[in-house]
């Protein structure tokens, strides 16, 4: 699957945006290697940074300062080439981070229907924050639709039915078209 490409040669970022279980984290670790690239998961790194657990950062400080948070990194992030970078579920429906991450980068929403995203997030809806109600089902519907037309901006890729190899290999090719 290797072969260089305009795309790495100008070390462009890669944007991978989507709901929770979706498959960023897995299908951007994977793209990384691909890729050559350094792979960035904003939730982690803002948990690191913190030294408290996104789900602690809800509870203690709220989600404004966790947004505020998003945005501090986005804007760190902007400014460096060669990163696969998988953002948490809302980052990029904030216009601001939009345009910064979409400057320097390639952006993929990655989408999967409901049934297939409570089915990924069963064993561990506890770690998140959006999911703290009885019916997460009809949670993951409702912040789905509030979604919709951010997500709508991207260049969609369903990663229903499909492994992490495939829907890497999937945006692998997306790219060396672009």
Known sequence: MKEMTCMQKAKK??????????GKTTVGKLLAAELGYEFIDTDKLIEVR???????????SGESAFRSMEADIVREL???????????GRLMLEPA????????????????????IVSR??????????LNVPDHGERIVELLQQRAEGYAC????????????????ELFDLIQAD
Do not use: Y
């Not at 890729?157 to 829907?167: A, G, L, R, S």
């Open 78 to 88: 902007a400014e460096r080439e060669g990163l696969v970078i998988a953002t948490g």
């Open 121 to 130: 997030l069963k064993k561990n809806h506890q770690s998140r924050p959006l």
């Open 50 to 60: 913190c030294g408290r657990s996104i789900p602690e950062i809800f509870r203690e």
């Open 13 to 22: 970022n890669i944007v991978l945006t989507g709901f929770m279980g979706t």
């Open 97 to 116: 981070n939009a345009a910064a991450l979409s400057r320097k980068g390639l952006v993929f929403c990655l989408v999967a229907t409901p049934d297939v």
């Open 154 to 169: 991207f260049h969609q890729v369903m990663t229903n039915d499909k492994n992490p190899k495939e829907i890497t290999k």
